[in-house]
């Protein structure tokens, strides 16, 4: 499990840090505490605005420390395909299994060894879904427990249940009054609770039901009108939404009341813009806001104005500062200005804007992958992650646009395949591959991309069936796409005399970029990969260097890495031992920033080869067992190829003939027990 420190102290997991203070919840975190103790499943049940989130994740920051493999937040809110549900958890415990197993087998497995605490937010809405996954995970891993959100109990067996009420309203001692004071504070700057303003502060906060969320709105309304107006006009509200003697809103119409009023104390841009802005499924800067927003009476020039607004009303909430800062809106926030962006017909063109900029941008990364911006590319995807997710479902569900689904799933090829993500990459591209039969060039794009994933899964069948659906497209790149795909397939079934033969007919002009350029650095690492596996050594070191050389170039990192595998390979063969790690270890620095693990862990076992070629055979079994830690979570060691498996087989066996069983069976395990981030920070150093 990743070792990721981000709650201080070196402690594992994602929490996050630097939240607002949490007021209250005294005993309802004792009790969470103390059921974290004994049972597996707690689920925080509650209406919408009732703080349970905010309440989760101070509970799983508590207990924190009994977890030594960490706490994981994993955000479901903006999750719609139930098939991406283990997906979600994968990624959020930076687990990036790239083989063919399911990946609910994937987690259980991975997680039955570990102490860990899973925090799943926001369920409701996969109710069925999260419970036959969560029953799934918690049969296989008695030290995992899982603290779980959701408007309703998920009912698997064992559930413990923890009902979240508002707070308590009733004094200015009370909970909800204190909540109310601190956040006014943070808008009226010298607010405080006295005796000229009690009565009215506690009718207000009575009159919001002690509900956290509209509490919170409810505090920048001070900035335009005093305590007492604020009261009287919610006391006007709720008697016109009674509907008879006696009959008060429930807590529900409470909550919508608080965020329409704090739709109408915007002015007509602000709420302009926070319908459009409820299209956004994660974090978004002013620029992407810009892009899909502006329009109409809200020009592009006044949106970092009416951000601030915004943020002022705790509508949005803001990370960092100026022009770099990001936004995002809490659920029930959002779900309110999407229905007033249904309300004014909206909701088609700003979606259709949404994919549109995540298409062109997509687009852009696609044409400039080659060069020498790849980590930041990897970073600025990942950073829209949610938002691809959504705009791959629109267009999936949208039958005028067909194409779309294909363009932007095909245009994202090196995010799932060169950086951690080849299974949602290949939902989606099956997905997309299926909705449409256009023989276009963002067909044959899709099935390439396909083709490249499912040859890192080792599943050679897929990666055929990639080629021929390449071969039906008409554009030229098509016979380039599948003939390479063809030939790797056969170099790893051991086949390499024909995937060379293959390979060298092949005529990829870089120029016509795409994948004419990809195959074009890719043929030549894969053809030194097929010299190294025939005996033909020089050949594929004078291959692996080309390659290396021509990457270096433009500052391409993936494949120069690849040719660094080929050559650590080559030079080992030669009898060049120090030479081959010096290789691997380049390769892998190279792809550790883009979380390729299923090479990452190729490279591991290139190195424990070549570290025992150089006389230290404690160190290289160690190596082996940090590189089998990563195989066992990518699915397929070795990819399936009979002479990596076997070259990792004598090396083992080399191992155990130097060291002895036991000194190997020790080294070893201490390698498998190694997190993956240690284990490579430990591959690189140098001896």
């Not at 969560?134 to 413990?160: C, F, N």
């Not at 009215?200 to 002690?210: K, M, N």
């Not at 409810?218 to 709720?238: E, I, N, T, Y």
């Not at 990942?382 to 629109?394: G, S």
């Amino acid at each position: 499990m990743s070792t990721s420190a981000t709650s201080g102290g070196g402690r594992a997991g994602n929490l996050p840090t630097g939240l607002p203070v949490l007021v209250g919840r005294t005993a309802e975190l004792a009790e969470l505490a103390g059921l974290l103790g004994t049972a597996q499943l707690v689920t925080l049940t509650g209406g919408g605005g009732v703080g349970k989130t905010r309440t989760a994740l101070e509970a799983a920051l508590h207990v924190q420390d009994r977890f030594p493999d960490g706490a994981w937040l994993v955000e479901l809110s903006r999750l719609r395909d139930p098939l991406l549900l283990a997906h979600a958890i994968a990624g959020a415990l930076d687990l990036h299994d790239q083989g063919t197993r399911p990946l609910g087998t994937v987690l259980a497995d991975f997680l039955g060894a570990h102490s860990a605490l899973l925090v799943l937010d926001t369920c409701e809405h996969m109710a069925d879904a999260c419970a036959e996954l969560v029953t799934e995970l918690l049969a296989e891993a008695p030290r995992l427990r899982i603290l779980a959100t959701s408007r309703q109990p998920l009912k698997v067996d064992g559930e413990r249940v923890v009902t979240l009420l508002p707070l308590p309203v009733d004094d200015a001692d009370d909970d909800g009054v204190r909540l109310f004071a601190e956040r006014a504070r943070h808008a009226v700057p010298g607010f405080t609770v006295d005796e000229a303003n009690r009565a009215d502060v506690v009718r207000l906060c009575r009159r919001l039901d002690g509900l956290p969320l509209a509490l919170e709105l409810a505090a920048p309304w001070l900035r335009v009108l005093p305590v007492q107006a604020v009261a009287d006009r919610l006391d006007d509200r709720f008697r016109l939404l009674a509907r008879g003697p006696g009959r008060e809103p429930g807590r529900h119409e409470t909550l919508r009341t608080a965020i329409g009023w704090s739709h109408e104390l915007c002015g007509p841009a602000e709420r302009l813009l926070w319908a459009r802005a409820s299209v956004f499924a994660g974090q978004f800067d002013r620029r992407t806001v810009q892009e899909v927003c502006a329009g109409g009476p809200l020009a592009a020039a006044d949106i970092p104005r009416v951000l601030e607004r915004l943020v002022d009303k705790s509508i949005l909430l803001e990370d960092g500062t100026g022009p770099h800062a990001r936004y995002r809106m809490l659920d029930t926030v959002r779900e309110y200005g999407a229905g007033w962006l249904r309300e004014l017909g909206e909701e088609p063109e700003i979606t259709r804007r949404h994919r549109g900029f995540h298409i062109d941008q997509a687009r852009r990364a696609y044409a400039c992958w080659m060069g020498g911006r790849q980590v930041s590319w990897f970073e600025r995807v990942r950073a829209v992650h949610a938002d691809l997710r959504v705009a791959l479902e629109h267009s999936l569900a949208d039958p005028r646009d067909e194409g779309d689904a294909l363009e932007l799933a095909g245009a994202l090829w090196f995010y799932w395949y060169a950086c951690g993500f080849q299974r949602e990459g290949r939902h989606y591209l099956e997905r997309a591959l299926a909705s449409s039969a256009i023989p276009d060039a963002r067909r044959t794009r899709a099935a390439w991309a396909r083709g490249l994933i499912t040859l890192s899964q080792g599943d050679l069948t897929a990666a055929a069936e990639s080629a021929a659906m390449c071969r039906i497209g008409a554009e030229p790149s098509a016979e380039t796409a599948a003939a390479f795909l063809d030939a790797s397939v056969l170099a790893l079934r051991g086949e390499n005399g024909q995937a060379v033969a293959v390979l060298r007919a092949l005529e990829p002009d870089p120029a016509r970029g795409g994948v004419e350029e990809a195959v074009w650095y890719l043929e030549r690492g894969v053809r030194a990969f097929a010299h190294v596996q025939l005996g033909e050594l020089e050949q594929a070191a004078a291959l692996a260097e080309e390659s290396r050389v021509c990457s270096a170039v433009t500052g391409e990192r993936c494949l120069q890495a690849w040719g660094d595998y080929v050559q650590a390979l080559a030079e080992l063969g030669l009898g060049r031992a120090a030479s081959a790690a010096g290789h691997a270890r380049e390769a892998l620095e190279a792809k550790r920033p883009l979380h390729d693990t299923w090479f990452m862990a190729l490279c591991l076992d290139a190195l424990a080869m070549a570290v025992a070629a150089t006389g230290d055979p404690a160190r290289a079994a160690r190596l082996t067992g940090i590189g089998q830690r990563i195989w066992r979570a990518h699915g397929l060691p070795q990819l399936g190829s009979p002479e990596l498996a076997a070259a990792r087989e004598a090396c083992e066996r080399g191992l155990r003939s130097a060291l002895g069983d036991e000194a190997y069976d020790a080294a070893y395990a201490s390698g498998l027990q190694t997190p993956p981030d240690e284990g490579i920070a430990y591959a690189l150093a140098d001896g």
